[in-house]
């Protein structure tokens, strides 16, 4: 008995140092990959914090007259050549100095983009000091940093279906103004207009870091009178003001032209990428000019689209079923019951990847045109995207063009989106496939360059006369003509904004179309 003892002793001991055996080479394994994925995003992310950290060395920007930026590199023999351009500056604006406004920006890359041209035009009609804005963290679409770490992010992958494509095994970056923006043209190209400060000075920052601080979200379409009367006194009051909201604060319509203009200014001048981004953009661009013309579709056909939106048109049951979880999953998007049909009759949804390809081709957009998809995943992928790709074999993206260097910014979406919009504005057509803040700010842009052309798609019109063509109501001919007849004034040229008092939300977006800052043809300007 002893000895069957010892025997069974000796069974449970070979079991024991199995089971360690087995938790250390788990251990080993994982660590190996957590170490491999930490060692992937540094190295990946070392060409861009360099340049980012010496920018903000003391000294390095700091001369009073001019900023030095890297103007486009032009490889020459295989050799790649960095010029200097020297900016001149304005003169410094002199005034007096009534507090400090800090904002907090909300929204993805270009909601943010259009509330900082806002938040300058109040701070120099406020004549108070703006702190650099603050970029969203918190929504749905901002830029997290370390959104799951890697032990935290296997239990949610595998308990949460809808995230299972969303969770990446890795490290998240969060990207600041300056990860975006060049922060020291921002400031230094409107020093005329408005002093902007990188951070409060240390007796203010040090009050509200001791959470003395006067916080408010400003309301919706409000013209300057209102934060003359209700926001400059609180700024004379607590001599620090946070605006924790800015998304559509300042209206489209009803100011001075000389605050539209700047509005313009900050848009279309301060608010330079940095010079990494735009580095990168200009060789997107000349990568597809190589292969001749293109055009930009912005197909907002991606999932945290469709379940915002409620539109399932073209989905299967088990597909809809997870759009609608996700949606209440999100208790800050607030509207949950959505009948998909109805809103899309209503013009209301993102046309879908089959009927795009169905209007391309109905406006006559040649089939050897490279189509560059300005967007994130397609929902669905390959299977959604069969009917366009077979229409329009050459469909190309930032990532298969340049696979590696665009690996550098995968996971921050703002940046990923800067480069997006730094190739719709140089694309030969523009074409969005619903009305978001992107498709909005692109218009305008390119409506400033020079009206280049960009197809304003009556998505309402677009689903009744694909519904009709598909049933057989409809032969193609007959299609194609009322596609084209339905879009000859929609091509973004030159047009007035229309507006609807008492109801900013339908009236045309200021970011859309500022022809006050735009050269109109003389019959234009006489509407």
């Not at 050549?81 to 406004?101: E, F, H, T």
């Not at 809808?162 to 095994?169: A, E, I």
């Not at 921002?186 to 601080?213: H, N, T, Y």
């Not at 995968?410 to 619903?434: G, R």
Request: aromatic share 10%.
């Amino acid at each position: 008995m002893g000895g069957g003892g010892g025997g069974g002793g000796g069974g449970k001991s070979e079991k024991a140092r199995r089971s360690s055996a087995r938790v250390r080479l788990w251990v080993a394994r994982a660590s190996t990959v957590l170490l491999w994925t930490c060692l992937v995003q540094l190295a990946a992310y070392r060409e861009l914090w360099a340049p980012s950290v010496l920018s903000r060395w003391p000294g390095c920007l700091n001369q009073p007259h001019v900023v030095q930026r890297p103007s486009e590199r032009v490889a020459d023999a295989g050799q790649t050549q960095a010029a200097r351009a020297l900016v001149v500056l304005p003169p410094k604006r002199i005034y007096r100095n009534n507090g400090y406004l800090m904002v907090s920006c909300n929204g993805g890359l270009n909601q943010m983009r259009a509330a900082i041209c806002d938040m300058v035009t109040i701070a120099r009609y406020l004549n108070v000091t703006l702190i650099v804005p603050e970029l969203d963290k918190a929504s749905f679409w901002a830029d997290p940093r370390y959104y799951f770490p890697f032990f935290l992010s296997i239990p949610i992958l595998f308990s949460v279906p809808f995230l299972k494509r969303t969770v990446f095994f890795g490290l998240f970056f969060r990207s600041d103004f300056q990860d975006i923006f060049d922060v020291d043209y921002f400031i230094a190209s409107l020093r005329d207009e408005v002093r902007i400060l990188k951070q409060l000075p240390p007796r203010l920052k040090r009050r509200v870091e001791m959470g003395s601080l006067r916080s408010l979200p400003p309301v919706s379409w409000s013209d300057i009178g209102y934060y003359r009367r209700q926001i400059l006194p609180l700024v004379k009051k607590y001599k620090v003001v946070h605006l924790n909201r800015t998304d559509a604060r300042l209206a489209n319509n009803g100011l001075p032209v000389e605050m539209q203009r700047l509005r313009c200014r900050v848009n279309y001048n301060a608010l330079r990428f940095t010079p990494e981004i735009e580095d990168l953009g200009r060789r997107l661009v000349r990568a597809l000019r190589r292969n001749g013309p293109f055009v930009v579709l912005h197909l907002r056909y991606e999932m945290d689209m469709l379940a915002f939106s409620g539109c399932t048109h073209g989905c299967s049951s088990m597909e809809a079923q997870e759009l609608t979880k996700m949606r209440y999953a999100y208790p800050w998007w607030k509207e949950k019951v959505i009948d998909s049909d109805a809103k899309r009759k209503d013009g209301l949804c993102p046309l879908t990847p089959e009927e795009t390809a169905l209007v391309l081709q109905a406006l006559g957009i040649d089939r050897g045109y490279q189509i560059y998809i300005a967007a994130g995943e397609i929902y669905g992928g390959q299977r959604r995207m069969a009917a366009l790709t077979s229409a329009y074999p050459n469909v190309v993206r930032k990532e298969t063009l340049l696979p590696w260097e665009v690996g550098l910014f995968q996971n921050h979406s703002s940046q990923m989106a800067a480069l997006d919009y730094m190739v719709s504005l140089e694309s030969d057509v523009f074409i969005p496939t619903y009305d978001g803040n992107m498709a909005k700010v692109v218009e305008g842009h390119r409506r400033y360059l020079g009206f280049r052309k960009t197809v304003l798609l009556d998505r309402r019109r677009i689903v009744e006369l694909v519904d009709e063509y598909r049933n057989g109501t409809l032969r193609w001919t007959d299609f194609s003509s009322a596609v084209m007849a339905s879009h000859t004034s929609r091509m973004g040229e030159p047009s007035r904004r229309q507006t609807v008092p008492d109801r900013p939300k339908e009236e045309d977006y200021f970011y859309a179309n500022p022809h006050e800052c735009l050269h109109q043809p003389e019959d234009v300007s006489a509407l």
